[in-house]
């Protein structure tokens, strides 16, 4: 369960999150709720399922071609397909990707799923350029992270809702079996979001003293999710102790055996947030060499230390990191043409700042 913050891409925890979230809305939905109808934009592979119909058990996984964690459940989803053979029906639907006239997005998912090959036996199809399908089940269920998957139940009623492969595999057989206990889960789910609502109401008033207060006591309780809390501790504690900030994320880069992914985290925090000291700036600007060492995303790494000499008001600077940033860009199969195109314009503005 994640609190809406404006965040760059985060990849922290086995999950990617989008910095957005519906959790605490009184409209959201919760398991126990009916399934939100499935009417994807177009079926990639396997037969297409119209309805999801009663008596049958459905797995219904989000994902996206650019999610690293997505790819990574994509064995584990078919082994869970061949396991239930009969019993469970899997689909993937995948959402929010990038899509342009230049770059439209259906005919890279189609490459994708084409080639997983056997590594991808499942019901395959793509959401809508609206993002219809994300919007009536991730958003109308407070997720704002991929992969998530849902367990639909032989009601058309959602019984599970989760991120973990492994865990999924697990409440299969019991739901199967006809032992799982869906009011138990819902009553979890609603427990468990209760220091996400205290989270973003105290950030929402940007009292970071009170976040990190409900996040210390959120990591004792829940131990399991530690990896979300995390980044919104560091949020928190880079306005309360600065000093302190700097110290605990070192150690926590060092625990993450200094991984793309930690770097990522620490460097889009403190890109992201403002007024915090010079002397944390500076150092950011050392995360981002050391994560663009990596060349796991280089661009992105650059182009969060143009964002960091933004913050220093050091243009030049930001000059510098937008023009490593394009050029890095140019040779990254990763980097969408979107992406590439808003690194360009955003460089071609700060050229114009400074007069060159």
Request: charged share 25%; net charge neutral.
């Amino acid at each position: 369960m994640k609190i809406s913050l404006s965040l760059p891409i985060l990849f922290a925890a086995g999950i990617i999150f989008t910095g957005s979230s519906a959790h605490g809305q009184a409209n959201s939905l919760t398991i126990g709720d009916p399934a939100p109808a499935l009417a994807p934009h177009k079926w990639v592979k396997g037969t297409p399922i119209d309805k999801l119909q009663k008596g049958q058990l459905y797995v219904v996984e989000f994902w996206a071609t650019w999610c690293g964690p997505c790819k990574a459940a994509i064995p584990h989803l078919t082994e869970i397909a061949k396991e239930f053979k009969g019993q469970v029906e899997v689909i993937g639907i995948d959402v929010w990707e990038t899509n342009s006239a230049k770059e439209p997005y259906l005919p890279k998912v189609e490459a994708f799923v084409k080639s997983q090959g056997a590594q991808m036996d499942y019901h395959v199809a793509a959401d809508a350029p609206d993002g219809r399908l994300a919007k009536s089940w991730l958003t109308a269920f407070g997720e704002a992270g991929i992969p998530t998957s849902f367990v639909v139940d032989k009601e058309g009623k959602i019984a599970w809702i989760g991120h973990d492969p492994k865990e999924l595999q697990t409440v299969l057989q019991s739901v199967v079996g006809g032992k799982f206990d869906v009011a138990a889960a819902r009553a979890k789910r609603e427990s468990d979001k209760k220091p996400w609502v205290e989270l973003q109401a105290a950030f929402g008033k940007r009292d970071f003293p009170a976040a990190l207060a409900i996040l210390k006591s959120a990591i004792e309780k829940y131990p399991q999710d530690k990896g979300e809390f995390m980044f919104y501790y560091f949020v928190a504690l880079s306005h309360t102790d600065p000093t302190k900030f700097k110290s605990e994320a070192t150690a926590y880069i060092d625990e993450r055996e200094k991984s793309a992914d930690v770097y990522n985290m620490m460097t889009a925090i403190i890109a992201n947030e403002k007024g915090l000291p010079k002397e944390i700036y500076q150092w950011g600007l050392t995360l981002v060499d050391a994560g663009a060492k990596l060349k796991i995303r280089e661009a992105l790494f650059l182009n969060i230390g143009k964002d960091i000499c933004l913050n220093l008001n050091d243009l030049p600077g930001a000059l510098r990191y937008a023009e490593a940033a394009v050029t890095s860009s140019q040779g990254d199969t990763n980097c969408t043409d979107n992406f590439r195109n808003r690194m360009k314009d955003e460089r071609d503005e700060l050229k114009k700042k400074i007069g060159g």
